[in-house]
């Protein structure tokens, strides 16, 4: 079946940096555009970050752009999420996603995406 496993979240100082990781098993990974989501506490889950199959098309959203950088490795079938500059409004659970549907621009939306990790929280702390 399909797995999607985060890992490297933790707690950071506001300024600080974390990089995040997914690995992929059981799908064929570079069928897939990968993504990154949040949810906070009370907030509906927010688009951050994904890439395209071949890893050469990147999208972020407004809240990220600039300080945080999304990568894939089809060889390690994972994907990564670099943040940096991090703030405390970046506080969420972070999960990755894998939609296999033909459009080549992922969705902002959470609905349409296939798969999920169980999710990574990062906490920044003022």
């Known amino acids: 079946q399909v797995q999607l496993v985060e890992s490297g979240g933790g707690l950071v100082q506001a300024g600080g940096s974390l990089r995040l990781s997914c690995a992929a098993s059981?799908?064929?990974?570079?069928?897939?555009?990968m993504g990154w989501f949040r949810q906070a506490p009370g907030k509906e889950r927010e688009f951050v970050a994904a890439?395209?199959?071949?890893?050469?098309?990147?999208y972020y959203g407004d809240p990220v752009k600039g300080r945080f950088a999304v990568s894939r490795d089809n060889a390690k079938n994972t994907v990564f999420l670099q943040m940096n500059s991090l703030e405390p409004e970046d506080t969420a659970v972070y999960s990755c996603?894998?939609?296999?549907?033909?459009?080549?621009?992922?969705?902002?939306?959470?609905?349409?995406?296939?798969?999920w990790g169980q999710g990574t929280q990062v906490t920044v702390s003022s």
């Open positions: 059981g799908l064929t990974f570079n069928n897939y555009k």
């Open positions: 996603a894998a939609d296999g549907s033909p459009p080549v621009l992922p969705s902002r939306d959470y609905k349409p995406w296939d798969y």
């Open positions: 890439v395209s199959r071949t890893g050469l098309s990147t």
